[in-house]
């Protein structure tokens, strides 16, 4: 596929050195790029917690909890998701079905029974989706600034997601979207992230602008992003959009974690209360002081204890 933003694509931008692994992984007939914390010399088995990234993020989303989640003992992996950073970039594939399956088929194929979901904005959604959908491969759930997508859906059409809402439709337009979004000179990105952290936050720096425009940059990843935002709208009009909505009726069974920014100007409040409505299980809500969008990013440390607060207390996972 010819790039038509122009440019030569720069070499791994998203191999980012730390004290973690790359490597990728296949599943669901695609390779799935994912970053681990060097495991130590244990030969204990531990809890997996697999990190899903948002928009228009890739894995290094979570370098900041990558660290501390193996220090105290989990087994920590940060995946890309279809389309995004070092995994495949797919001609179709982007509608919830496949990427739920995506996630269920890296759970297995890095040797594990289940994990713990840990998602932020489209990697929340794709976690709701894979806790119902597959439900064997995941124990537990963490959203982080992404309701339940029923509630998200109903927020849309009553009005309550205004920001949302104009978010999800600017992207419908063919290759304007994506040339935008991979060009650094358009400053689209820089002004995506920043315009919704908090009012006080530091996130993101240059650097960091930098980090995920280059892996954005490289095509057609900027087209891939824009396919998740593209199957919502266009899906409520077509049999599979009916579908996933009938899929999602049925509750989530498993002990569930929702974390928003108090700042945050894209995720309805409503939406994150009406999320309860599609729990059967144990569901906290937690609403981190002055972040927006972004906590993980613009608090890491206040929002590391509290994931870290939660995981330490779920039941122990049965051998095997």
């Given at each position: 596929?010819?790039?038509?933003?122009?440019?030569?694509?720069?070499?791994?931008?998203?191999?980012?050195?730390?004290?973690?692994?790359?490597?990728?992984?296949?599943?669901?007939?695609?390779?799935?790029?994912?970053?681990?914390?060097?495991?130590?010399?244990?030969?204990?088995?531990?809890?997996?917690?697999?990190?899903?990234?948002?928009?228009?993020?890739?894995?290094?989303?979570?370098?900041?909890?990558?660290?501390?989640?193996?220090?105290?003992?989990?087994?920590?992996?940060?995946?890309?998701?279809?389309?995004?950073?070092?995994?495949?970039?797919?001609?179709?594939?982007?509608?919830?079905?496949?990427?739920?399956?995506?996630?269920?088929?890296?759970?297995?194929?890095?040797?594990?029974?289940?994990?713990?979901?840990?998602?932020?904005?489209?990697?929340?959604?794709?976690?709701?989706?894979?806790?119902?959908?597959?439900?064997?491969?995941?124990?537990?759930?963490?959203?982080?600034?992404?309701?339940?997508?029923?509630?998200?859906?109903?927020?849309?059409?009553?009005?309550?997601?205004?920001?949302?809402?104009?978010?999800?439709?600017?992207?419908?337009?063919?290759?304007?979207?994506?040339?935008?979004?991979?060009?650094?000179?358009?400053?689209?990105?820089?002004?995506?992230?920043?315009?919704?952290?908090?009012?006080?936050?530091?996130?993101p720096s240059d650097s960091e602008v930098a980090t995920y425009q280059r892996a954005i940059g490289v095509w057609p990843s900027s087209h891939c992003a824009l396919e998740y935002h593209r199957w919502l709208v266009r899906s409520r009009l077509r049999s599979d959009g009916r579908r996933f909505t009938h899929a999602m009726r049925s509750p989530v069974t498993q002990p569930v974690r929702v974390v928003t920014g108090e700042e945050d100007r894209v995720v309805p409040v409503e939406a994150v209360r009406a999320s309860r409505g599609w729990v059967a299980g144990d569901l906290l809500e937690h609403r981190m002081p002055r972040a927006g969008h972004f906590p993980h990013e613009?608090?890491?440390?206040?929002?590391?204890?509290?994931?870290?607060?939660?995981?330490?207390?779920?039941?122990?996972?049965?051998?095997?």
């Open positions: 596929m010819a790039d038509p933003v122009g440019g030569a694509p720069p070499t791994d931008p998203t191999d980012i050195p730390g004290p973690w692994q790359h490597r990728h992984v296949a599943a669901n007939g695609a390779r799935f790029h994912v970053a681990e914390p060097d495991s130590g010399s244990g030969s204990a088995p531990r809890r997996l917690v697999v990190l899903l990234h948002g928009f228009p993020e890739l894995w290094w989303a979570w370098r900041h909890q990558l660290g501390p989640l193996a220090d105290a003992g989990f087994r920590a992996v940060a995946m890309d998701l279809r389309g995004y950073g070092g995994s495949d970039k797919t001609p179709v594939g982007y509608d919830p079905f496949t990427l739920a399956q995506d996630v269920s088929g890296v759970v297995k194929a890095l040797g594990a029974r289940d994990a713990v979901l840990v998602g932020h904005g489209w990697g929340g959604y794709v976690g709701w989706a894979a806790a119902v959908l597959h439900p064997a491969e995941v124990s537990a759930l963490v959203t982080v600034s992404a309701p339940h997508p029923l509630a998200m859906l109903r927020a849309l059409r009553t009005g309550h997601g205004g920001t949302a809402l104009r978010h999800l439709l600017a992207m419908q337009v063919p290759m304007r979207p994506e040339r935008r979004l991979a060009r650094a000179d358009s400053g689209y990105l820089a002004a995506h992230l920043r315009s919704r952290s908090g009012p006080g936050s530091t996130f613009e608090d890491p440390p206040a929002f590391t204890e509290l994931l870290l607060s939660w995981l330490t207390g779920l039941p122990r996972p049965l051998p095997g």
